[in-house]
């Protein structure tokens, strides 16, 4: 890159859905009583948040970019350029500007806010956030379902994501004879993780092999399409959550403006970004998107997979996760399950990889996903993550965020900074 740029922090609403004490549904005891948070919200709170985690001064803040997918629909509420503007007085009359790529969205603000920084400004808010649960499961589906082709893809299921993520894991179970218990591995961990993360929506939640491993009453498989329906279960899934997130990017002269060292930073080190047809689908045990880009981010710095010690991934689904492990290079292709058989990825393993619970386990309010990986990279480095903190400080952590079934992506690469 021209011009350096820095994490200096940033803060996590809690993430909340069916499933988290806090979250007042019909049978809460709080029901009827108080409500739960609005997208604006938990907009606020981020932004706010992060500006007391990290000590920035709003008036130093040049512009802004906040990730959401779909609040025009789930809070009737678009124009999130000036939302985003509302948090704080501050901020008012700077540039304020949306970015929308699906559940990569907050990987797009990311990435605006690095080309901001690469062309001249000093002092970047990056936010995302989305608000998912007034809506029902169905009526929710649909709206999601516009991330893929619509026209096309949506008829595949009432739950269009969960079965093409069904297709996927039918053919690379096949394809590579991986089993419901080896993915099952994915969904304990996200869980495990969870529970020691007091921000996660899965935090009261448990999880064992057993329970995950094979559909059952209690972990059904929910999907119509008779194809893809024995290989998505419950626990395979993603969170339906309402959070957000917030950090704070600066360049070196940012740095010494908001009275920090170096140490104090994490050094954002590349991002790679690619973008593949919507209307054509790529061989279903591999995603090659997501490949493009960590290859894209390796090739900018000089660093390979072998380099990475910590990581955060897009596990939208279990069988995402390890589709993850192989298109970064973690792994050969199918041979994903093993790094979860041995764990590598564990909070204590060799490459610890969604420490927090990542989005089975953290959750997945999909705009502010992107935004809530490279903070959670920055807690890790800076030792900030309490009972999910990993043992070994991290050098190199790498960031992947996946838009709709591997259509857009964004992958990160940290360096910690002593």
């Given at each position: 890159m021209s011009r350096r740029v820095f994490i200096i922090g940033g803060a996590h609403t809690p993430y909340i859905g069916k499933g988290h004490p806090d979250f007042i549904w019909k049978n809460h005891p709080d029901f009827g009583k108080r409500e739960?948070?609005?997208?604006?919200?938990?907009?606020?709170?981020?932004?706010?948040?992060?500006?007391?985690?990290?000590?920035?001064?709003?008036?130093?803040?040049?512009?802004?970019?906040?990730?959401?997918?779909?609040?025009?629909?789930?809070?009737?509420?678009?124009?999130?350029?000036?939302?985003?503007?509302?948090?704080?007085?501050?901020l008012a009359n700077k540039p304020m500007t949306r970015t929308e790529g699906a559940c990569a969205s907050g990987g797009l603000a990311l990435a605006c806010a690095v080309d901001a920084i690469r062309a001249g400004a000093d002092s970047i808010l990056v936010a995302g956030a989305e608000m998912q649960t007034s809506e029902s499961a169905r009526v929710g589906a649909d709206y999601l379902a516009r991330a893929a082709d619509y026209k096309?893809?949506?008829?595949?299921?009432?739950?269009?994501?969960?079965?093409?993520?069904?297709?996927?894991?039918?053919?690379?179970?096949?394809?590579?004879?991986?089993?419901?218990?080896?993915?099952?591995?994915?969904?304990?961990?996200?869980?495990?993780?969870?529970?020691?993360?007091?921000?996660?929506?899965?935090?009261?939640?448990?999880?064992?092999?057993?329970?995950?491993?094979?559909?059952?009453?209690?972990?059904?498989?929910?999907?119509?399409?008779a194809e893809y329906a024995p290989y998505i279960r419950m626990s395979d899934c993603s969170q339906v959550s309402d959070g957000a997130s917030a950090l704070i990017l600066v360049s070196e002269a940012g740095l010494r403006a908001m009275g920090k060292r170096e140490s104090d930073a994490i050094e954002l080190?590349?991002?790679?970004?690619?973008?593949?047809?919507?209307?054509?689908?790529?061989?279903?045990?591999?995603?090659?998107?997501?490949?493009?880009?960590?290859?894209?981010?390796?090739?900018?710095?000089?660093?390979?997979?072998?380099?990475?010690?910590?990581?955060?991934?897009?596990?939208?689904?279990t069988v995402t996760e390890l589709m993850m492990y192989e298109a970064l290079g973690f792994a050969d292709p199918g041979q994903g399950a093993a790094l979860l058989r041995d764990g590598v990825t564990e909070i204590g393993g060799r490459l610890p990889v969604n420490t927090g619970g990542g989005l089975v386990g953290f959750g997945h309010p999909v705009g502010a996903t992107g935004v809530k990986q490279p903070l959670e990279i920055f807690r890790q480095m800076k030792g900030l993550c309490g009972g999910y903190q990993v043992p070994n400080q991290p050098k190199v952590g790498m960031t992947a965020n996946m838009g709709g079934d591997d259509r857009t992506v964004v992958v990160g690469l940290y360096r910690n900074l002593e």
């Open positions: 739960n948070p609005s997208l604006e919200d938990l907009l606020a709170k981020a932004v706010l948040d992060a500006f007391a985690a990290t000590g920035a001064d709003p008036e130093q803040i040049e512009r802004g970019y906040v990730g959401n997918f779909v609040g025009e629909l789930f809070s009737k509420q678009g124009h999130l350029g000036a939302a985003l503007a509302g948090c704080h007085p501050a096309r893809q949506r008829s595949i299921d009432d739950f269009t994501f969960p079965a093409l993520f069904g297709r996927r894991s039918k053919f690379y179970q096949e394809r590579f004879g991986v089993t419901g218990e080896d993915i099952g591995r994915a969904a304990v961990k996200a869980y495990a993780n969870a529970n020691k993360n007091p921000l996660a929506h899965m935090r009261a939640r448990k999880m064992d092999l057993a329970t995950a491993a094979a559909s059952s009453e209690k972990n059904p498989c929910f999907l119509q399409n080190l590349a991002l790679g970004q690619s973008v593949s047809s919507l209307f054509v689908d790529g061989d279903p045990t591999e995603l090659s998107t997501v490949k493009h880009a960590a290859q894209k981010a390796y090739a900018a710095t000089g660093l390979n997979p072998g380099s990475v010690n910590l990581a955060e991934v897009h596990d939208c689904f």
